[in-house]
């Protein structure tokens, strides 16, 4: 069963358009949740990340919106360039034995950006 | 700095059959995972280790093993290959706790 749900599987969204992409989770252990992005035959790269108690974190055109009480994040692209056409992973973890972070990925969202 | 390599980056088994998939990083990470990602299910953690000689579980270890005799490596090895490990398998090294993981550019798997 997955632990972090994100949705849509897809996406195509105009270039100078807003990109949204959803994610939801149950276990309220989890304290970080980051963004991947995945280039097709790259490993994914951290995009940016959100610890709950902050509500909203930006870095340039990426911003991460997160509601804690009905456990949900979000990622919005702002003016979506076709250079960001990848697929996006958000993740959700929590500490464990020997205090390592574990992580649990959403399924993935492929964003087609067009010109 | 090569940051994580992987080796190698396309393999084909037959089934039953033995391989250990290599991972090597250079930054001194204490942390070091192997991931499978498949096709709408996201990444799955196998193992992770957090130190040399220190290994444990992730979500999906049946039929996976791996040892951590060095910083720098730490192999993922198929006992017996079956078909359900057809995957795309990623290494990921990070320092600290962990929260930023390095991803290598994974070896792609498929067992026939």
């Known amino acids: 069963q997955q632990q972090v749900k994100q949705s849509p599987q897809s996406l195509i969204v105009q270039k100078g358009g807003i990109s949204i992409i959803n994610c939801a989770y149950e276990n309220t252990a989890f304290d970080y949740f980051p963004w991947y992005q995945q280039f097709p035959g790259k490993g994914p790269a951290l995009l940016i990340a959100?610890?709950?108690?902050?509500s909203e974190k930006k870095e340039g055109r990426f911003t991460i919106s997160f509601n804690k009480s009905a456990k949900q994040f979000s990622l919005h692209i702002m003016d979506s360039q076709p250079g960001d056409s990848a697929t996006y992973f958000c993740a959700a973890s929590r500490g464990s034995l020997y205090n390592f972070n574990k992580f649990y990925f959403g399924s993935g969202t492929k964003l087609n950006v067009k010109p | 700095n090569a940051g994580v390599t992987q080796t190698p980056k396309f393999q084909v088994l037959k089934t039953g059959q033995s391989m250990t998939l290599q991972c090597a990083q250079d930054m001194n990470h204490e942390y070091m995972s192997w991931y499978r990602q498949d096709p709408g299910m996201g990444l799955r953690l196998i193992h992770y280790s957090v130190g040399a000689g220190i290994t444990d579980q992730g979500e999906v270890p049946n039929g996976y093993n791996v040892s951590r005799s060095t910083t720098e490596d730490f192999p993922l090895r198929l006992l017996s290959a079956a078909p359900s490990q057809t995957s795309v398998y990623f290494c990921?090294?990070?320092?600290?706790?962990?929260?930023?993981?390095?991803f290598g550019p994974g070896t792609r798997l498929t067992v026939t």
């Open positions: 959100i610890r709950p108690d902050v």
């Open positions: 990921a090294s990070s320092y600290g706790k962990g929260y930023e993981q390095y």
